[in-house]
């Protein structure tokens, strides 16, 4: 997992770089088309056919997805990287406040557990406190997309678990989302316009991708074979990453009150995945 989150953390800088030369919607369409192929072939390895009896939950978790990837990628290119990862990574906040509605459903209007609600209200505090000083700078539009990516991060995830309770294997899963990514990336590029190829521009086309697609399977195989609770919270060493990448790398400042913000989020977003344990047990 900490070398998943390295890697989609250089993928974040190599998406601010490969802006220079391309739209967003050409970023999410090469991307997505190299994850596609992957996919393709994992489930080749796997014997997994590509034909589905759930078209309809693909299509829907294709499409968010496709939403999800595009203001993700878009937020990275108008804010600071640090800010545009943690403000994704706020998925987990999202995550849990709609597990615990959904909990809350369930069990007839049982109230939602304090610490659940602290949590969540921790989280948007600090959300709060990250937005402040990109508005005060005049890049709001990103940080609002990089707001709605995680929302719509936390009902991807909800998604995937609805396909995978239904006996969907991962490869299909991830082949269909990424050929819904490069549709809606390739729809984007023609109403923005397409850019001329350049060698440098290639080539951080090709790290996107490289880096995008090594981080996914990592993060995969770190879910599948350690502690999901444990994992989840390692993945927050990525604001870290970007962080450094962003001051580093590409010269970003980072003020003291946007500092305070992102490490308000990476604490409530890791303590709700822990109380998240006790939602999905029905102890909310």
Not at 12 to 24: C, E, H, L, N
């Given at each position: 997992m900490l070398l998943a989150t390295l890697?989609?953390?250089?993928?974040?800088?190599?998406?601010?770089?490969?802006?220079?030369?391309?739209?967003?919607?050409?970023?999410?369409?090469?991307r997505s088309l190299v994850t596609a192929l992957l996919a393709a072939l994992a489930c080749r390895h796997q014997a997994v056919g590509l034909q589905t009896p759930h078209a309809r939950l693909h299509a829907l978790h294709a499409a968010v997805g496709a939403l999800t990837l595009g203001?993700?990628?878009h937020s990275i290119t108008q804010v600071p990287v640090a800010t545009a990862v943690t403000l994704n990574y706020a998925s987990s906040i999202w995550l849990t406040l709609l597990v615990a509605a959904g909990v809350s459903v369930q069990q007839r209007g049982r109230p939602i557990g304090t610490a659940t609600l602290g949590a969540v209200a921790v989280g948007f505090v600090g959300v709060v406190l990250v937005l402040r000083p990109t508005l005060d700078s005049g890049q709001w539009p990103g940080a609002a997309m990089g707001a709605l990516s995680g929302l719509l991060a936390a009902l991807m995830y909800l998604l995937v678990g609805r396909l995978s309770g239904a006996g969907e294997p991962t490869c299909r899963v991830v082949f269909y989302a990424a050929?819904?990514?490069?549709?809606?990336?390739?729809?984007?590029?023609?109403?923005q316009g397409w850019h001329a190829h350049a060698p440098l521009g290639v080539a951080w086309l090709a790290a996107v991708a490289m880096l995008g697609?090594?981080?996914?399977?990592?993060?995969?195989?770190?879910?599948?074979?350690?502690?999901?609770?444990?994992?989840?919270?390692?993945?927050?060493?990525?604001?870290?990453?970007?962080?450094?990448?962003?001051?580093?790398?590409?010269?970003?400042?980072?003020?003291?009150?946007?500092?305070?913000g992102i490490a308000v989020i990476v604490v409530a977003a890791m303590a709700s995945i822990r109380l998240r344990r006790g939602l999905d047990a029905g102890t909310p």
């Open positions: 890697l989609f953390a250089l993928m974040a800088m190599a998406i601010r770089f490969a802006s220079a030369d391309y739209g967003v919607g050409e970023i999410v369409l090469y203001l993700y990628f050929v819904g990514a490069a549709l809606a990336g390739a729809g984007l590029a023609a109403a697609a090594g981080g996914q399977a990592l993060l995969t195989r770190a879910y599948a074979r350690g502690d999901p609770v444990v994992a989840a919270s390692l993945q927050y060493a990525g604001v870290g990453y970007a962080l450094v990448i962003g001051a580093v790398v590409l010269g970003e400042p980072i003020t003291a009150v946007g500092l305070a």
